[in-house]
């Protein structure tokens, strides 16, 4: 089946009504919700593509914005998927949404800073010494009424991570956290430097002997991605060009106090 989505390749026309209807959606929030819904699912891009009857082509350049999404790609990934991609605004915009109380009841003007996509920087749970690198993006959800995240670029893709974002008045800190039937993951950062740079730590379970899952925690740096143009994602090993820059970025949490790691 893979092989024939590959050779149909898709070529799209749609008719001059259903370009009118482009302006109704924004391809970044329906890339963003589309990232958020694989990582939640633990689903691979590959599958996606082929039970949306889509080249796997055309889904990786969407969802790295080299190809706007059309009306029908969005159609045939929504019946894949059984949900919607496409957001709907809040009946009264002119109300501020406040996020849950449970999440810092913030509003998104006091937020909207945090907004954008990050390198994250974590030290490799498999290989000593490098640093395992790939991308986060917060933004605001319509119709959630908070932030949320999704990850991209990792290697291990169905282990791609996506939540909620709190930000309590009393801490100071932001919290990213994923839950799923009762199984948490969480980074807390630190307050934003001059630079927009969060520093902190980041605990999960990490695969051990057999079906074991081991608790694990490690520092964790999260970038403006428009600070480095030429960031790499994936593993960073201790031979490879950028490890210094990201180990000198990565190592800011523990040096300048972001978090504390005792035994």
């Not at 999404?69 to 002119?94: C, H, K, M, N, Y």
């Not at 800073?113 to 959800?141: C, H, K, P, Q, V």
């Not at 490690?218 to 600070?227: D, R």
């Amino acid at each position: 089946m893979c092989g024939s989505v590959r050779n149909r390749a898709e070529r799209e026309e749609e008719p001059m009504g259903l370009a009118a209807l482009q302006c109704e959606f924004d391809n970044e929030a329906v890339a963003f919700r589309l990232r958020e819904e694989i990582a939640r699912r633990r689903i691979s891009r590959q599958g996606l593509a082929e039970t949306a009857r889509l080249s796997i082509s055309t889904l990786e350049k969407a969802l790295s914005g080299r190809r706007p999404f059309t009306l029908a790609t969005i159609v045939r990934l929504e019946e894949a998927l059984g949900s919607s991609l496409r957001e709907q605004p809040r009946p009264d915009p002119a109300v501020p949404a406040l996020a849950p109380p449970e999440m810092g009841s913030y509003a998104r003007p006091a937020v909207q800073w945090i907004e954008g996509e990050y390198l994250t920087l974590r030290a490799s749970f498999g290989e000593e010494g490098a640093i395992y690198a790939y991308r986060t993006e917060i933004r605001w959800s319509r119709a959630k009424g908070h932030l949320v995240f999704a990850e991209s670029e990792r290697l291990d893709s169905c282990f791609e991570q996506a939540g909620f974002v709190s930000m309590p008045h009393l801490s100071g800190h932001v919290y990213l956290v994923t839950g799923e039937a009762g199984q948490y993951r969480m980074t807390i950062l630190g307050r934003a430097t001059r630079d927009q740079r969060m520093f902190g730590l980041l605990s999960t379970l990490q695969v051990g002997h057999g079906s074991q899952l081991v608790p694990v925690s490690s520092p964790v740096a999260l970038v403006p991605i428009e600070q480095l143009p030429e960031a790499r994602f994936g593993l960073i090993r201790a031979d490879d060009k950028p490890v210094r820059s990201y180990r000198e970025i990565l190592d800011t949490a523990l040096t300048q106090d972001f978090c504390r790691l005792r035994r």
